[in-house]
């Protein structure tokens, strides 16, 4: 699990807080929604993730990404998790390229653009390139575009070995006896 510490810049201090405020409020609405019936935690969690969403996006238009320079990693990350579970892929696609000029910048770490990146190509039916996109039904990875050097690519940005992240992975889901488990950004 993430932890969020809320060390950032003084002068992005409330962006910083309200990303992170607001995946900490999706995380607790996924716990609760094991107490209560299957439709009402997806409705709940569903209408969290599309505020969410909606904040990020406006967010954006005013700051740009919100990298780990401007907002503090936590929140960057917390950033990236409200991006991946956003439901409009014009925008992720957008956010995409700016990770990437961030990360290009040394403003935000390679992770987070291994992460979207791979979540992009899945979307648009492409071969990821980090294998960090899971089928949660098959618990193996989406297609990956050369698979034979993955491991380097995951290592470039700080990823472990692939095989290593499925056993995890998978002991993980099977000591819980789940497979409903969203697999997220296990990795960092």
């Known amino acids: 699990m993430i932890s969020f510490s809320r060390h950032a810049p003084v002068r992005e201090h409330a962006l910083a807080d309200e990303l992170v405020r607001r995946i900490e409020e999706e995380h607790r609405l996924a716990r609760e929604a094991r107490s209560v019936s299957a439709a009402l935690g997806r409705h709940r969690i ?12 406006a967010l954006v238009a005013r700051h740009g990404w919100p990298t780990s320079d401007m907002v503090g990693e936590a929140a960057s990350t917390a950033a990236l998790l409200i991006l991946l579970h956003a439901s409009h892929l014009g ?11 961030a990360v290009a910048d040394g403003a935000c770490p390679a992770v987070h653009h291994a992460y979207i990146a791979d979540h ?10 980090y ?37 995890a992975l998978r002991g993980g889901l099977r000591q819980y006896g789940t497979r409903d488990a969203e697999p997220g950004v296990a990795d960092q």
């Open 46 to 57: 569903t209408r969290c993730r599309e505020a969410n969403a909606e904040a990020l996006r």
């Open 91 to 101: 925008f992720q696609l957008t956010c995409r390229d700016l990770i990437a000029e």
């Open 120 to 129: 992009c190509a899945v979307e648009l039916s492409q071969p990821q390139f």
């Open 131 to 167: 294998g960090t996109r899971i089928n949660p039904r098959t618990l193996h990875p989406y297609p990956i575009r050369h698979p034979q050097t993955v491991d380097e690519r995951r290592h470039d940005v700080g990823l472990g070995p692939l095989d290593d992240h499925l056993r």
